[in-house]
């Protein structure tokens, strides 16, 4: 089975904010094309994003994410991470009709990443 699996996302509040100089939406935007286009890849069976979909928690940066996800009509599991807020995630998920996006967020979420060289583990 051939699974496509995004991460890091990173969308902002702000359309315009890059960070480390890189816009996130075009990068994201272009990714979402490539899918899109590539006959090998429209015939993946599942989408897996791993977390920090928003960079900011931001509602409608979900919104966005979930409408460009929608469109290419893929089933997609969303496992959010470190910078994810779920129950902005959960608003967005209210006002945008999905078929395809799944939300895989458990009560109590353990966030592994790094920062520095150092592993920082944080419940929540």
């Known amino acids: 089975m051939q699974v496509i699996h995004p991460t890091d996302i990173h969308l902002t509040q ?8 890189i816009n996130p939406y ?12 590539n006959p090998s890849l429209t015939q993946s069976k599942l989408i897996i ?5 928003a960079n900011d928690g931001d509602v409608e940066s ?6 460009k996800m929608e469109l290419l009509k893929i089933p997609c599991i969303v496992i959010l991470g470190n910078h994810d807020q779920k129950n902005n995630f959960d608003l967005s998920l ?7 996006c799944r939300i ?8 592994c990443h790094t920062s520095c060289g150092q592993l ?4 929540r």
């Open 62 to 67: 979900y919104r966005y994410f979930l409408h």
């Open 49 to 53: 994003v791993s977390g920090d979909i």
């Open 104 to 111: 895989y967020a458990p009560p109590r979420t353990t966030c």
């Open 120 to 123: 920082h583990v944080e419940q």
């Open 14 to 21: 702000s359309r315009e904010q890059k960070i480390l100089g």
């Open 94 to 100: 209210k006002k945008q009709q999905t078929q395809y």
């Open 26 to 37: 075009d990068n994201f935007d272009l990714v979402c094309e490539e899918i899109g286009k």
